[in-house]
């Protein structure tokens, strides 16, 4: 509370605390009336209850006030969410790519980064979309979330009107890994970024970029350890057990193996590891991009 570091966060935070102090000023009352009921009609003082019937005018007061009372909480509610469907026409806009487990975004220039890096006071209007599961994009210091389903394209909007950096975390369910699904806003001056921007050469391998711009890493570790799938480390050359249509074999990794785990994971599943979660690359990444990941398998050993 206390900053204004998106535009949202002062509509947001007034209907927060007209609410809070709505329900403080009940929450006192309340049990105030209570206590005090029963000091006064205690069985000492009121041996004989009474049968009370009816008052219309104490009906009419407590329709009518919590009625008002409702309305003004919808008010400042209503009055904080709408300028977050007001999407300007203009404004920096980036595609944004939710997977297991984690997030992406892709700048008009191509450049893509998993931080969220922006301008200040500049509108930003990301592009929702999931490679695979229900995500939702939730940056709570801008009071701002979105969900982010597959096949539909939601979109969400901001101004960061202070510079730092801000975290960025999944708010939607979506398997093992979610809670590391984390990534920040970082908000910078307008020439900063602009410098930022124009850096597009990634000081990775090839095959280590296409990897990190698809999320390979998320589920494989490039350093023996085990996360979801199997690590790449050693991987090539390697004799493994896997499963074809239930079946054990013993193959050797090679060209051929890899291509088909990513372009038809299901068909040979390694033993000891679930089918099913990683899906089928075969729309997202090219011949050329595979060759490049092979190339860098190779260079890793155990
Ligand atoms: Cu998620």
Redesign the pocket.
């Known amino acids: 509370m206390f900053s204004n570091s998106s535009n949202f966060v002062q509509g947001v935070d007034l209907s927060f605390a007209v609410i809070l102090g709505i329900s403080v000023i009940f929450l006192v009352g309340v049990t105030f009336v209570m206590i005090w009921f029963v000091i006064k009609y205690s069985r000492k003082r009121n041996p004989k209850a009474s049968q009370i019937e009816g008052n219309n005018k104490l009906e009419i007061i407590w329709t009518v006030i919590p009625t008002i009372l409702v309305l003004i909480m919808f008010y400042y509610g209503w009055m904080g969410y709408k300028p977050m469907r007001e999407i300007p026409e203009n404004g920096l806009k980036i595609k944004t790519y ?1 997977q ?2 984690s997030w992406s975004f892709e700048y008009p220039n191509g450049k893509v980064s998993d931080t969220l890096v922006v301008p200040v006071d500049e509108p930003v209007i990301l592009d929702l979309n999931s490679r695979d599961v229900i ?2 994009l939730y940056i709570p210091a801008f009071r701002i979330k979105e969900d982010v389903v597959p096949g539909k394209n939601n979109k969400m909007w901001f101004i960061g009107q202070e510079t730092g950096n801000y975290n960025i975390l ?1 708010a ?1 369910y ?1 398997g093992d890994r ?1 809670s590391y ?1 984390l990534s920040k806003v970082v908000v910078v001056p307008e020439a900063e970024y602009t410098k930022w921007y124009n850096d597009t050469v990634s000081s990775d391998p090839p095959g280590l970029a296409v990897m990190k711009k698809n999320a390979c890493l998320s589920c494989h570790s490039l350093d023996g350890s085990r996360i979801v799938g199997p690590s790449f480390a050693g991987l090539w050359n390697k004799e493994e057990t896997i499963l074809s249509a239930g079946k054990e074999r013993k193959i050797i990794v090679d060209d051929e193996y890899i291509k088909k785990s990513l372009y038809n994971p299901g068909d040979d599943v390694v033993k000891g590891y679930p089918q099913g979660v990683m899906i089928s690359y075969k729309n997202n990444i090219t011949d050329k991009e595979i060759t490049m990941i092979i190339e860098y398998l190779k260079t890793l050993k155990h």
């Open positions: 939710a297991m487990w995500h939702s999944c939607e979506c979610h699904m």
